[in-house]
């Protein structure tokens, strides 16, 4: 290509705004275009957790179920489904989310299964959205040697299968499941603990118990 004709074009560009701009997009890539797509990255990652974190419900309850045996995958949102309708709306954001958490435990630690499952026992006593346990005979023994629950007196419940704990297998909580038909289930709860008392959510979780548990064993 002759230089006239090199001018001639350069000169239509320069006269015409889009073909400008494109110019100075290509030129501005070329040189920017490795941090470009590093921010770019980066909002897209930021976005993502926003979105996961906004959009994800907030529990109210998580029941954290403690037993010898397993629970069946069918019976989780029906147990999910009777909690919500006898315990209170915590977060008051119109629902109660339930979450399900089921730990498997036998009589002794026997292999590295069994020590992780009291392991999941001991997170679960430190986690605050666990304001009680439903729990095997064998559990319930345990917890109470370990000085992890407290009388239920100390919520105004008496009558129950001891000082602490109510059996909850003839109650509606587990109405429509299996979860109790080989072994008793009972409710126990964990210890107020130092880091929990000034936890508003936390107290106004362990207000639910009483009233529900008048409620189911009527």
């Known amino acids: 290509m002759r230089e006239e004709d090199i001018r001639k074009e350069y000169q239509s560009e320069t006269k015409n705004p889009i073909l400008k701009l494109i110019r100075w997009f290509q030129g501005y890539w070329y040189y920017y275009k490795i941090p470009i797509l590093a921010v770019a990255g980066v909002l897209l990652l930021v976005g993502a957790i926003l979105t996961s974190v906004l959009g994800k419900e907030k529990i109210d309850y998580t029941v954290a179920v403690v ?27 119109g629902k109660v ?7 498997q435990i036998d009589t002794g ?24 346990f439903l729990v095997d005979d064998y559990c319930s023994q345990y917890l109470e040697n370990i000085l992890a629950i407290e009388p239920l007196s100390v919520l105004g419940i008496e009558g129950g299968d001891t000082e602490y704990r109510v059996n909850i297998s003839e109650t509606s909580l587990l109405d429509n499941t299996s979860v109790d038909e080989y072994i008793d289930y009972y409710l126990v709860v964990k210890k107020l603990g130092d880091a929990d008392r000034d936890n508003e959510e936390y107290l106004a979780r362990r207000a ?5 548990l008048l409620e189911v064993a009527q």
């Open 67 to 93: 037993s010898c045996l397993s629970v069946d995958q069918e019976d989780y949102e029906t147990v999910k489904s009777n909690f919500a309708a006898v315990l209170p709306d915590v977060n008051e954001d």
């Open 97 to 103: 989310n339930i979450e399900l958490n089921c730990i």
């Open 109 to 132: 630690m026997t292999d590295e299964f069994s020590v992780a499952a009291h392991d999941a026992v001991t997170a679960m006593l430190l986690y605050d959205k666990v304001a009680f």
């Open 208 to 212: 639910g118990i009483a009233p529900m």
